[in-house]
């Protein structure tokens, strides 16, 4: 092997070796880990270095960069000495750009683009916590996967997403980014998305590499507040917030995004705790990882690091490998090998990570393979609406339905469609949009009309503003709670209607990075316009338009019919009609719990046990005087247009043996008049351990589709893993002892049984 480097190393110095040859030399090393060390034994330090740094594309790669720093940035290019780029978009863009790399660098290494695909490139899919309350990872899979393809038809190889963030609060704006307050159902939509992605081969040139994002604890911001401490423990870190991400590295997702937050005092991006010793270590990840933009050199801001020069030495020697316009690599990091304080060992350890995701993404082999002009005219991006629509219905939650208001009967033959969202085209996509077409997604207005059909008189009025002013990523409207001047007619249509859709909920922007809230509720003349038709006409249903839980307890004491939409997308409105017509019967299921009060956040259902718990003869317990401490609508939970009744709870064993399992089966019947789907779960107590364990835990589901009348047995294998947690021991066990089993369809309503572990 050393022959090899050093023949392969004459030439390329001798300039005996251009890249047709550098490409069958390269070519006769099979393994790439062998590859990899070829190319680091030509590297000089500088383009070491050079491989750690992205570039965002700040100007149009396929003219000349006129600005000083875009000028620099370009003769960096030519130089080899950058490893990545992000938001540079389009087949021309991105071809240029290599070309920069390919045809004026030393070594020709080839760069990686990334850029945030998140629920969708052009063709929009529902905010991820609005998919994931579809309960469906095949349907989760399907919509990474079609991402993955309209991306690389532009030119992008690398997403970061997923973000598998564990998040409990609904103040934190980034909420809508992830898959919810569970650990569990969390990791497996980590899987979904990084099979969807990258599928079964790297160097396929339809798939993208994948990202998971942020390592880790971001979730968790002090307050719910974007960017914010994190104070969580060393239990709390294992059992809760690390699980979903390793997963991710099991399912050999190519690079990792650590995360803005402090965990105990100590910047993410500069934690070898997280970085190095868990993830490189202790799950022996292969893959690089990326930091998020600008984290590097805000550990001076955290006062973490005196300058960027320190910022940087601390980053990398914790295993931050790639800086995301930080500046911080490429300004420091030679200076510190020349003085000794960082190793060059550990710069080639990050360079061979990148290398490494690179030889499996076949960039050295065709540096062009995902600059492809042909791939945007194969897509059927109509085939792709057809998709969105169908997971945009499945991920809709029914939350309330007094008196069967819905679905809407034949009988209804005039319908008013009130609410500031009701014809909004835009709000419906949701932030971390990609390409997608502002104001392209299908109204509610627009899909209730097309299901509607003859004979349906549908009449519309906005009734309030949402907002006033301009709406995009950095400017979010100025929320209105002034202008009533449409509550009038609002009103009076209202007054003839047989049923009133309200649109109500948040404008795109009111979620998303950067978009914490104090106050959770129907924002500016909202909750005043529901109130006001209500007084006029009862028969309300109410769809949510959001993008996080928000406060609606006013709604659910009164309003006979509430359908959770979420932010879903291109289809979304035709999606919306399809539930509320009845072509859909609704079985989506929150990820997350809905509150009674903004100050119950952060609120989840697996919460630990207290030394009070809940008694009725006491004030003196852990709850609150006013609301209480249970959701208004808790994880899990979602009604259909049919009704399921669960049976008792049957154990095949009270008893399971170390290394065995048992069996727990319940019977489901569908007792009413349609066919529906229900998620039936699992969750599981560890009554006593070495940790104070939660109440309970979801640690399965199965989703079963039942005809009127019929029933099934559902049947869960309890193993000795899935009762494995990180204990006082440090590290993951299971404890011998007494353990509840509850199966339902919500953690709320649920048969209970147990069971006792020997060991």
Do not use: C
Not at 392 to 398: C, D, E, Y
């Amino acid at each position: 092997m050393k022959k090899f480097n050093i023949l392969l190393f004459i030439l390329l110095i001798t300039g005996m070796a251009g890249k047709a040859q550098n490409n069958k030399i390269l070519s006769s090393v099979k393994n790439v880990e062998s590859k990899v060390d070829s190319i680091l034994f030509m590297m000089t330090l500088e383009e070491k270095i050079g491989q750690l740094v992205q570039y965002n594309g700040s100007w149009d790669l396929t003219g000349p960069a006129s600005e000083m720093g875009n000028k620099q940035k370009e003769e960096q290019l030519k130089k080899g000495l950058v490893g990545s780029m992000l938001n540079v978009l389009s087949v021309d863009a991105t071809r240029e750009a290599q070309k920069l790399v390919m045809e004026n660098s030393r070594i020709k290494i080839p760069l990686m683009f990334g850029y945030d695909v998140i629920h969708g490139y052009k063709t929009m899919f529902p905010v991820p916590l609005a998919e994931t309350s579809s309960w469906d990872m095949e349907a989760m899979e399907k919509s990474a996967r079609i991402a993955a393809i309209e991306s690389v038809a532009d030119g992008v190889n690398w997403t970061f997403s997923p973000m598998i963030d564990v998040s409990r609060d609904a103040r934190w704006g980034r909420i809508m980014e992830g898959s919810g307050e569970d650990p569990y159902l969390t990791s497996l939509v980590a899987v979904a998305k990084v099979k969807g992605y990258q599928g079964d081969d790297l160097a396929d040139s339809t798939t993208i590499a994948a990202t998971a994002k942020h390592f880790a604890g971001y979730g968790f911001a002090e307050g719910g507040r974007d960017y914010n401490t994190v104070n969580v423990g060393e239990y709390e870190l294992h059992n809760m917030i690390l699980p979903p991400f390793k997963a991710a590295a099991d399912a050999g997702v190519a690079t990792f995004m650590n995360s803005f937050n402090t965990i105990d005092g100590t910047p993410a991006t500069g934690s070898k705790m997280l970085q190095r010793d868990i993830l490189k270590g202790d799950w022996k990840w292969d893959g690089f990882v990326v930091s998020d933009w600008g984290s590097i050199t805000e550990m001076i801001y955290h006062g973490f690091a005196k300058d960027k020069k320190q910022a940087a030495e601390i980053a990398l020697k914790a295993g931050s490998d790639m800086d995301m316009e930080g500046g911080a690599y490429e300004a420091g990091l030679m200076e510190l090998v020349q003085e000794d304080k960082i190793d060059e060992s550990l710069i080639n350890d990050a360079v061979k990570r990148i290398l490494r995701v690179k030889f499996k993404m076949g960039l050295f082999e065709d540096p062009y393979r995902y600059a492809d002009p042909d791939l945007a005219e194969e897509i059927s991006y109509e085939k792709h609406r057809e998709i969105a629509r169908d997971i945009a219905k499945k991920s809709i939650v029914l939350l309330k339905n007094e008196n069967g208001l819905l679905p809407i009967k034949p009988s209804v033959k005039n319908i008013a469609i009130i609410g500031p969202l009701t014809d909004d085209k835009d709000s419906p996509i949701g932030n971390w949009r990609a390409q997608a077409e502002s104001n392209s997604a299908v109204s509610v207005l627009e899909g209730v009309k097309a299901a509607a059909g003859k004979g349906v008189n549908i009449t519309y009025a906005e009734g309030a503003k949402l907002g006033i002013g301009e709406r995009s990523f950095l400017m979010p409207l100025k929320i209105n709670e002034t202008d009533r001047s449409g509550f009038d007619e609002a009103i009076k249509k209202a007054k003839n209607a047989d049923l009133v859709i309200m649109a109500l909920g948040e404008d795109a922007f009111q979620t998303g990075e950067g978009r914490s809230q104090a106050k959770i509720g129907l924002a500016g003349l909202q909750q005043e316009l529901l109130q006001e038709i209500y007084k006029v006409n009862k028969n309300i249903a109410l769809v949510l338009i959001n993008g996080r839980p928000m406060e609606i307890t006013w709604a659910a004491e009164n309003i006979p019919a509430i359908v959770e939409a979420w932010q879903l997308g291109t289809e979304s409105g035709n999606a919306i009609a399809d539930v509320l017509f009845g072509k859909y019967n609704p079985s989506g299921k929150l990820p997350v719990s809905f509150p009674k009060a903004v100050g119950q956040e952060p609120l989840y259902y697996n919460q630990q046990n207290t030394g009070r718990p809940y008694s009725e003869e006491h004030v003196t317990f852990s709850s609150y005087t006013d609301v209480g401490k249970e959701a208004l609508y808790p994880f899990g939970y979602g009604l259909s247009y049919t009704t399921f009744k669960y049976g008792g709870l049957q154990l095949s064993s009270e008893e399971m043996d170390e290394n065995a399992e048992i069996t727990a089966s319940v019977s489901v019947t569908n007792t009413g008049k349609v066919t529906g789907k229900e998620v039936v779960q699992l969750y599981l107590q560890d009554i006593v351990a070495s940790k104070t364990r939660p109440v309970k835990e979801l640690k399965g589901f199965k989703m079963v589709e039942l005809s009127p009348g019929e029933s099934k047995t559902v049947e869960f294998s309890i193993n000795e893993k899935m009762l494995e947690f990180y204990s006082a021991n440090k590290k993951w066990e299971s404890e011998a002892g007494s353990f509840n089993v509850f199966v339902g369809g919500n953690s709320r309503d649920l048969k209970e049984a147990q069971f006792t572990l020997n060991k």
